[in-house]
């Protein structure tokens, strides 16, 4: 079945420090893929959304790219900031209704 | 804008016991989709329901069930709970093209603690 697979955290980082944190994907067809944050005390929300291979998800400074070829959905910030700090989920939505969503990664910015 | 309320924030129950949690949408949402987060791991997909019907179930057992009311708000209920039943329980909510678009609102959670 579809499935979302991501980077083991916690991963720690100096403020101005660039993110990636990897994500691939395994789904029939063609599905939609997002990264959803978790800040400490918050619900979930949506991060950005990629629907289309070769779409970029831009929002707050991070971007990810929806590669087929590769079955990834990488997230990436060139300088991060000790706010961003929380959990990231990375995710997809296939023929179904339901989102299934990979492990999380915390994030630390240390200032 | 009240955004998706989630009620109670934290509870405690016995093995055995039967819990439900309650969820109000976010204004000019129609559906709800409910989910299980397990500490350290990503939201589980539990059900979701649209127009007062389950449209669609995740791999759970039938222990768990729901509705969902005219005015759109949705109870989650878990029968003779387990200790493995400990976790966040999140409450989304969407228009009526439900997890298709992957836009998805969410409460803060239930934290449901089995002893």
């Known amino acids: 079945g579809d499935s979302v697979t991501q980077m083991e955290g916690p991963v720690t980082l100096s403020e101005e420090a660039f993110l990636t944190i990897n994500c691939t994907y395994t789904a029939t067809g063609y599905p939609s893929l997002f990264w959803y944050v978790q800040y400490p005390g918050e619900g979930l929300q949506l991060l950005l959304k990629?629907?289309?291979?070769?779409d970029k998800g831009s929002n707050k400074g991070f971007e990810a790219t929806y590669r087929k070829e590769t079955t990834s959905f990488h997230l990436e910030k060139g300088s991060v900031q000790v706010s961003d700090s929380a959990v990231y989920f990375c995710a997809l939505s296939g023929a179904s209704y339901k989102i299934i969503f990979g492990k999380g990664t915390r994030l630390h910015i240390l200032p | 804008d009240a955004g998706v309320t989630q009620s109670p924030t934290h509870l405690i129950k016995t093995r055995g016991q039967q819990v439900t949690l309650r969820c109000s949408p976010k204004s000019g949402h129609d559906t709800v989709s409910w989910y299980q987060q397990a500490l350290g791991q990503g939201p589980q997909f539990i059900f979701q329901y649209y127009e007062e019907e389950e449209r669609q179930r995740g791999n759970f057992p039938d222990r768990f069930s729901g509705h969902q009311f005219p005015n759109y708000s949705s109870e989650l209920n878990v029968n003779a709970l387990l200790l493995g039943d400990s976790a966040l329980y999140l409450c989304?909510?969407?228009?009526?093209?439900?997890?298709?678009?992957?836009?998805?609102?969410f409460g803060e959670g239930s934290r449901l603690t089995v002893l």
């Open positions: 989304a909510s969407s228009p009526g093209t439900g997890g298709v678009t992957g836009e998805l609102f």
């Open positions: 990629a629907t289309k291979a070769d």
